[in-house]
């Protein structure tokens, strides 16, 4: 398959790919995107191909979480694919992995003994809890660790009990940070000419991601509750009702709150003593809602976000996810692009988060078929025909 020129910032460098569900995808997906060689290793035996919880192989998860890759079927538990698993390790940059610990050890598999075979190697985990410590062995999941890692206990409405973030945000940021993790090593190698280990998991991710409002406990001890649409600090942000529906709007600080009482005709506002410091507006906030929903409702959201963003206030619509992909702007970033696949055909998976000027990343092929690329990476690693044939024959591949 042809690259587009100038979208493989990555190419130099081979990514095995151990990880299945979503946090390991996730990031070997952000790898493929840039461009890297990435080989993802499945089970010969596996029904359909398909990650658990993944939904079918064929299914819009999978299809957008495995763009990009190349995939091999090997079992692993027998020596002979053991052997290849090495023998692709010996030529690769980085390894990724989501095994438990006694899994990779037993397999031999694990850093200390890849690193034998190719010191260079950048060798990155992820899991649930972390690699060490008292739950290290507890299965990960993406709710537990939103639970665990305090993001449910600040989202929601005032009052409402906890509540699940809309997206896997555990799973995602975990893949995310550990790209983020193996692009530093692959620069550190450059200068040490040194492998090493990069382990993150979906519980530092949360903590991480609590940011000011883990920073409010930490420096202030203040827990943070629930504030539902309101931003915690920044008064007034938050969703308020209009003609026809809901828009959000951003105007804290002074001159933003002055703004934005001058674009909605209601100068009076200002400097009602209710709100007039920062302080006012935190202590009355229901009261302000109020008073901006009953001058907001007149007229519909576009009139609204037109007016305010003239004004240089921050306001915009809530789109359901069809309304975000029709969206104006979101086409104009290219966050949905098209990819063909063998059986599905012509599709959209979504674009890239961050564009580079001279070398962009590429949605170049369509998630791989179960095995589709196994002949083909065997041959690179120097198998004969007859060899491929045997380790077919004995359900090694």
Known sequence: ??????????????????????????????????????????????PGGADPLGGPREGPDFQNLHRNKRS????????????????????????VENF???VKRRLGIDYKQLARINPKLIY?????????????????????????GG?????????????????????????MFLAQGILVALLEREKSGKGQWVHTSLLQAMVTMLDF???????????????????????????????????????????????????????????????????????????????LDKILVKK????????????????????NVRQVFENEQIKHLGMAQPVRHPERGEMLVQGLPATLSRTPGAIRRAAPTHGEHTDEILRELGYTNEEIAALRKDAVV
């Open 300 to 319: 519909p959201s576009a009139e609204w976000i037109e007016a305010l963003n003239r004004a240089g206030v921050p306001s915009g619509p809530i789109l």
């Open 100 to 102: 438990r610990p006694d």
């Open 213 to 291: 409002q883990g920073a409010r406990w930490l420096i202030d001890s203040e827990i943070p509750p629930q504030a539902g649409n309101d931003h915690p600090t920044g008064i007034p942000t938050g969703v308020f009702t209009t003609a026809d529906g809901h828009i959000n709007i951003a105007a804290s600080g002074q001159t933003m709150y002055r703004r934005l009482c001058t674009a909605i005709g209601a100068p009076e506002l200002m400097d009602d003593p209710r709100f007039k410091s920062l302080a006012d507006r935190s202590k009355n906030r229901k009261q302000m809602n109020a008073e």
């Open 1 to 46: 398959m042809a690259f587009p020129r100038g979208s493989r910032a990555l190419e130099r460098f081979t990514v095995l790919d151990l990880t299945r569900v979503r946090a390991g995808p996730t990031c070997v997906r952000e790898l493929a995107d840039w461009g890297a060689n990435v080989i993802k290793i499945e089970l010969p035996t596996e």
């Open 151 to 175: 993001l449910m206990s600040i989202t929601g409405l005032p009052g409402q009990g906890p509540v699940r973030v809309g997206i896997p945000v555990a799973d995602l940021t975990s893949g």
């Open 72 to 95: 091999i079927t090997l079992n692993l538990k027998q020596p002979e694919a053991l052997a290849a698993f090495k023998r692709m390790v010996r030529k690769a940059d980085v390894v």
């Open 124 to 148: 990155a985990s992820i899991s649930g809890f972390g690699q060490t410590g008292p739950y290290a062995n507890r299965p990960g999941f993406d709710q537990i660790a939103q639970g665990m």
